[in-house]
């Protein structure tokens, strides 16, 4: 009897052969004993998402109540959810004995929690993953982060479990292994490249782009393959790329092809620099980005120059210029601002901070808009904007503007060509996103627009997002 329990014992113990492999990453698959298992053909069954989320809570369990929620929390015609999940752990149980695996119970049930049996060894490909990339994070030195994502990044064969995205336990963990990896891959990139370890970039580069090949990852690819000197094989990642995307492209009703200044000029975007997700400096305290050079941002225009080409000469496409298309919409009429539009179009950012849909306005169109009224016109038509803002003022201590002040203000500014970081309002120095901010906001109805003796006081601390400054921007346009 007690040579049995021995025998019993010893065939769960760990060896190379012994270990249940679980593959997560681009799909699912098991192994045991050099031989794939297959625990149902039906890869979106419960008892498959069971084992899955048991192999991944590993030694921490994960309680009954979450089993419950994850396989059966949006099935409305499952009245009994705690025996469903018994009996889906009877099946499963069931399963796995047949699949060969050793004689055991598999879930280990304690306190209302539920743990894989630790005496069948386990390896998920996304754990071991998440854990390398935990650790590039936390690393010391730059050797060791480098070090780290990079075998990070080789074991990121795919996304995580991808023919089970609509299941809300599988988006969750897709999307937080998409992010380390991309963390671990801008990361590497970056270094590599510094490093001049080329063939290495390219390596992870084109990886990267055979799994998410419109996130932009053959420009590394392309970088590391001209600082070798291979020329052609450049030239033949890049065609193949824009034959990609157009093949895409075509698959849509309409495509926009524009770029931003920011993006040729800059390496790294402003609001990724200062805001990201909390301000990272003191309100007006902008840091700056590091520039191109000028033969970088030619090159960067000749891409696009040679992008526009090929699709024009694409013959399922039929290409309409911004003049052509700002043509048609100025002759419908769709692109004038009127004074009655205004309590509607504050009404929209109050709503959704964000360049209006319908009609087409961006946040600089309602800016001019604003300026003409206050200056007595009854109307603005929107054309030509340049919103772009280099470093918008804030003001820094409380002061208080008047609607006179205001007015005047929009009669002296120049609005030709760039919008104004800093506007003269009064004796005071104030900045877009403060000119268009209304009392009402927290006055509940007062407001600039509403009497001679209306004021507005700043600052006001408002620079999530747009304006390069603010999302808390309201109409400030009067009735003079």
């Known amino acids: 009897m ?42 979106l069954s419960k008892t498959t998402q069971l084992l899955q989320i048991l192999l991944l809570a590993g030694k921490e369990g994960v309680a009954k109540t979450s089993l419950i929620d994850a396989l059966y929390g949006r099935d409305d015609s499952v009245e009994n959810k705690n025996g469903s999940l018994n009996n889906t752990i009877f099946r499963m149980r069931k399963q796995l ?35 390398k990339a935990r650790q590039a994070r936390l690393a010391d030195t730059l050797e060791e982060q480098l070090r780290d994502c990079v075998a990070a990044c080789r074991m990121y064969t795919g996304e995580f ?29 970056r270094e590599l490249m510094s490093r001049e370890r080329y063939e290495e970039l390219v390596e992870l580069a084109h990886a990267a782009a055979e799994i998410y090949p419109f ?28 034959k990609k995307t157009l093949d895409e492209l075509s698959k849509q009703d309409r495509a926009v092809i524009c770029t931003h200044p920011n993006r040729a ?49 694409d013959k399922r496409f039929r290409v309409t210029s911004y003049k052509e298309l700002a043509d048609k919409i100025r002759s419908l009429d769709t692109r004038v601002i009127r004074k009655e539009d205004l309590p509607a179009i504050k009404a929209q950012l109050e709503k959704d901070f964000w360049p209006i849909a319908q009609p087409s306005y961006c946040i600089s169109d309602v800016f001019l808009a604003c300026v003409e009224m206050l200056r007595g016109k009854t109307s603005h038509t929107c054309g030509k904007v340049y919103g772009f803002l280099e470093t918008p003022y804030a003001a820094e201590h409380e002061l208080t503007v008047t609607k006179e002040e205001l007015i005047a203000s929009a009669k002296a500014m120049d609005c030709q060509r760039f919008l104004p970081e800093k506007i003269r309002v009064g004796s005071h120095d104030i900045g877009p996103a403060d000119w268009l901010d209304r009392p009402v906001r927290r006055g509940g109805g007062g407001g600039i627009s509403q009497g001679a003796d209306a004021e507005s006081r700043y600052p006001r601390r408002c620079q999530d997002d747009g304006f390069e400054t603010g999302r808390n921007l309201y109409l400030a346009a009067a009735e003079p």
């Open 2 to 43: 007690a040579e049995e329990k021995k025998k019993t014992e010893d065939a769960g113990k760990l060896s190379p052969d012994n270990v249940l492999t679980a593959k997560m990453l681009g799909g699912f698959s098991l192994q045991y004993q050099n031989r794939e298992i297959v625990l149902d053909r039906n890869t």
């Open 97 to 131: 004995k047949a699949a060969g695996l050793p004689e055991s119970n598999f879930v280990v049930i304690k306190s209302g929690m539920c743990y894989w049996d630790e005496r069948i060894p386990v390896s998920v490909d996304a754990l071991e993953f998440s854990e």
């Open 161 to 189: 479990l991808p023919s089970m995205i609509g299941e809300d336990w599988v988006s969750v963990r897709n999307a937080a292994c998409r992010e380390q990896y991309f963390y671990c891959m801008n990361e590497a990139c």
């Open 215 to 242: 996130e932009e990852w053959q420009e590394w690819e392309i970088d590391g393959l001209i600082a070798l000197a291979r020329f052609k094989e450049a030239m033949e990642v890049y065609e193949r790329t824009t």
């Open 265 to 313: 000029i800059a390496k790294e975007f402003w609001d990724q620099i200062n805001y990201n997700g909390e301000n990272q400096y003191e309100f007006g305290k902008w840091a700056e980005s590091p520039y191109y050079t000028e033969e970088e941002i030619e090159a960067f225009y000749d891409a696009i120059r040679r992008f526009v080409r090929m699709v024009k000469s």
